[in-house]
């Protein structure tokens, strides 16, 4: 009897695959709102990640104890999951440096990742990450600690796909508001809400280069916050027309409500995971070669797609079929 392989090693053997996480991100300040957040996250289950904020978190003159903070507690049982990150502050501001020291060695074998604002070119993030693997050598860090980058400038736009191409980087994020106020009124105010922030023809363009830059190298394109922190369904709708019309595959949470909002939003349809798991478990059965499903010939490219869409399925807590979880997950 052939040994059955699993879809990582039959259909990315020798490359690197394409991140699957969370679509959700949600972004807390204090230590009251990162531990009430992460009481969420074990209600609700591992289905989102946790950015613990210094650059908008901390206070000014307070950055080494905000940093420590975090610290203790991303170290502290409270964080069950190991689901959370963390930005540091920007180029620009002299405690970035001083936020990789404490990270690096406080939790750089925890740290979910660490993302980096308001660069304006290539080179400044260049210079970070290569601050931060430095570091992690320093202290014996053996992992590729994931580097999110937010895209809020005109620089960082206009070089974005030079900067897609660095290494360690597994997500860009777009930085809507700051966006909008780089324009100097040029965009609306209107147009950091919905449905101008979609339909803005500078916006527009902006959100579609992030996405086609994250994809081409392999990264994942992450939206920018909605505004309306209480109207979960305003929340769903803006989820949903960041991942249909825009192909963003995760987005920012600024209020515990818009949690379960956006993971709805994007997570994989019920029938598309049903035919994700038929398909796969097929072509596991005939070695990966090609299959014929409802009439329809899948092969590898195929089973490329679908076996995201089950990995996509899992960290949304979608209930997958029992073959495919015994097959795929156990």
Same mark, same amino acid.
């Given at each position: ?20 996480? !969370? ?34 978190? @901390? ?56 993302? %980096? ?31 999110? %980058? ?5 620089? @960082? ?29 040029? %965009? !609306? ?100 070669? !090609? ?40």
């Amino acid at each position: 009897m052939n040994t059955l392989v699993h879809p990582n090693d039959a259909l990315f053997k020798g490359e690197k695959a394409f991140p699957v996480i !969370p679509s959700c991100e949600h972004f807390a300040g204090s230590e009251k709102l990162i531990l009430k957040a992460l009481q969420i996250q074990d209600e609700l289950g591992p289905i989102f990640d946790i950015t613990c904020d210094c650059e908008d978190g @901390a206070a000014a003159g307070q950055e080494r104890e905000h940093a420590e903070m975090i610290v203790r507690v991303q170290q502290s049982q409270a964080n069950k999951h190991k689901m959370a990150g963390v930005r540091i502050h920007d180029y620009t501001h002299p405690a970035w440096r001083q936020d990789v020291d404490i990270f690096v060695e406080g939790i750089g074998n925890l740290v979910a990742y660490i993302t %980096i604002p308001k660069s304006t070119n290539a080179a400044q993030v260049k210079e970070m990450i290569t601050y931060i693997q430095t570091k992690c050598k320093e202290h014996g860090i053996k992992r590729e600690i994931p580097i999110h %980058i937010l895209i809020e400038t005109h620089g @960082a736009l206009h070089e974005v796909f030079e900067i897609a191409a660095l290494p360690w980087i597994q997500v860009l994020d777009f930085g809507l508001m700051d966006f909008v106020s780089g324009h100097h009124g040029a %965009i !609306p105010a209107s147009a950091m809400r919905s449905p101008g922030q979609f339909e803005h023809r500078l916006l527009a363009r902006a959100k579609s280069e992030v996405v086609a830059a994250a994809l081409m190298h392999g990264i994942v394109p992450a939206h920018n916050v909605s505004l309306d922190l209480k109207n979960t369904v305003a929340t769903n709708s803006d989820a949903s027309r960041a991942r249909q019309e825009f192909g963003f595959l995760r987005m920012w949470s600024i209020y515990p409500t818009q949690i379960q909002a956006i993971v709805d939003a994007m997570k994989p349809n019920l029938d598309e995971v049903q035919d994700a798991a038929d398909i796969l478990i097929a072509a596991q059965k005939a070695e990966w070669g !090609p299959i014929q499903h409802a009439g329809e010939l899948h092969d590898r490219a195929t089973y490329r797609y679908y076996w995201e869409v089950l990995q996509k399925a899992k960290v949304s807590g979608i209930s997958i079929p029992a073959e495919a979880e015994h097959a795929f997950f156990a």
